[in-house]
């Protein structure tokens, strides 16, 4: 009777492994289309009673099968990626509200669309143009009413060029704030969900982790992408994140989150703040937010810089030359241009008024062009505050240093897809579910469960003829 008892527990045993192993097996397969599940083994070991009989077998838990340096880099590497990404998403906004195509073999097909739609209206290169141009006309014929009101309409135009530019440009950076401060509540909430996937983490890592794992990996992917994080378990599984060096994670524990400011320029600057010692530190590293800060306070701002200070040195220089002139009534004194940068920029209401107030000539002579001529050669000349380049030659090196910025950033974009498509097949190739293998699983698993009920069926008839003896 011992023996049977015994081969009936056995039989028991391996029914219950192989159960488990099913329906591992189809928890599998159902998620064979989840990118962060890591399939999962189910852990047998024998059982052995104190003489070192066999009885059995016993199931330990169900392990997943995850590389824990894969899973590390693809945290590190989900923030160099949304960090370029959100980098050169911004810059070619940029490129669109420009009104230019400045990097044509690399930017997206949308953003090439859009600057040619914008161009004729927005592009301060064509305007520019356009007004030297009229100015030259002007300085052929100075007494010329058409030739003096083309140019107005082109000052105008110019003007306008700058205007529309520096609003959409500061338009952009309110735009850009909002996004952030969405986004750092992401974050907060992300910071939130993260320790709770932790706290599961740590109940279940005794049994392997399984789901609990997963979960945990996703959200710290997640949270990866939006900012730089360092990750640290102690003995019993439990997790520490920080971000710069202040924790927002204390084992298990949220502790920190994330927080916004607007800085002098107006410009939201993110930071991170403990909230039991109250250490902060200003974000950096990559990350979406730190991508899209970035962008905005060195590629962007230089380009508005460079901008107005070539809107600056026209107001200025053209006044300068333009108030000694006479106009056609023999009077003078007064500026071409109103205003202090692109922001403002804009064409003297009094010879808008009146193109005969257009003050062309150094003296009374009606058909002189002294003013108009000494307009073209400083127009033409180096300009020490636009660092010995002329205007239009400043503008043009402004747009393609933006430009060599954009290619560069949209080359390590493509360099950075490619390291983690690589990372991800890594991890596919040790996590992810292959449906041959499992489906071996299942009929190894369906063979020995009915291997063990038919052993269980044979020590039942066994004892039915026992008992009937």
Do not use: C
Not at 181 to 189: D, F, H, W
Not at 440 to 468: D, G, P
């Amino acid at each position: 009777m011992g023996g049977l008892l015994n081969t009936l527990e056995i039989a028991s045993s391996s029914l219950t492994a192989s159960r488990l192993g099913i329906e591992t097996a189809g928890v599998n397969i159902s998620n064979v289309n989840n990118p962060g599940y890591a399939r999962q083994r189910v852990i047998v070991e024998p059982r052995r009673d104190p003489t070192g009989a066999g009885t059995g077998v016993e199931v330990v838990g169900v392990k997943s099968l995850r590389d824990s340096i894969l899973d590390e880099q693809l945290i590190r590497e989900s923030s160099n990626t949304a960090y370029l990404q959100n980098f050169q998403r911004t810059l070619q906004i940029g490129q669109v509200l420009l009104g230019q195509q400045i990097d044509r073999q690399s930017a997206t097909p949308e953003s090439d669309a859009a600057a040619r739609d914008l161009g004729g209206q927005m592009a301060l290169a064509s305007g520019f143009s356009e007004f030297y141009n009229a100015i030259q006309a002007v300085s052929v014929s100075p007494a010329s009413t058409p030739d003096r009101q083309v140019l107005l309409l082109k000052a105008g135009q110019l003007t306008d060029k700058f205007n529309s530019v520096e609003e959409r440009f500061t338009t952009l950076r309110s735009d850009l704030n909002k996004d952030l401060t969405s986004r750092i509540k992401e974050a907060n909430q992300l910071i939130q969900l993260t320790s709770r996937a932790a706290m599961d983490y740590t109940v279940a890592s005794s049994n392997g982790g399984g789901i609990a794992k997963d979960n945990l990996q996703m959200r710290l992917e997640q949270l990866g992408a939006l900012s730089s994080i360092q990750i640290q378990y102690d003995d019993s599984q439990r997790i520490t994140v920080a971000v710069n060096g202040v924790e927002v994670i204390t084992q298990n524990l949220v502790t920190g989150a994330l927080e916004g400011a607007l800085d002098a320029n107006g410009g939201l600057q993110v930071s991170v703040r403990n909230t039991e010692s109250d250490a902060t530190a200003k974000l950096t590293g990559q990350g979406s937010l730190q991508g899209l800060v970035d962008a905005r306070d060195t590629v962007l701002e230089d380009l508005r810089k460079d901008i107005n200070l070539m809107a600056s040195n026209l107001i200025e220089g053209m006044n300068a030359i333009h108030k000694l002139g006479k106009n056609l009534d023999g009077t003078g004194g007064l500026n071409f241009f109103t205003g202090t940068d692109a922001s403002d920029i804009a064409v003297n209401a009094e010879v808008l008024a009146d193109v005969r107030k257009m003050q062309m000539s150094a003296d009374t002579d009606k058909g002189g062009n002294t003013v108009a001529v000494n307009l073209l050669k400083w127009l033409d000349a180096p300009q020490d505050a636009l660092g010995k380049l002329t205007v239009s030659q400043h503008y043009n090196e402004a747009v393609a240093t933006y430009g060599q910025e954009l290619a560069n950033i949209n080359n390590r974009m493509a360099d950075q897809e490619i390291i983690s498509h690589t990372l991800t097949q890594q991890r596919a190739s040790v996590s992810g579910v292959s449906i041959d293998e499992e489906m071996s699983s299942l009929i190894q698993f369906q063979r020995a469960y009915q291997s063990s009920a038919k052993l269980i069926s044979t020590v039942n008839e066994l004892f039915q003829t026992i008992l009937s003896m």
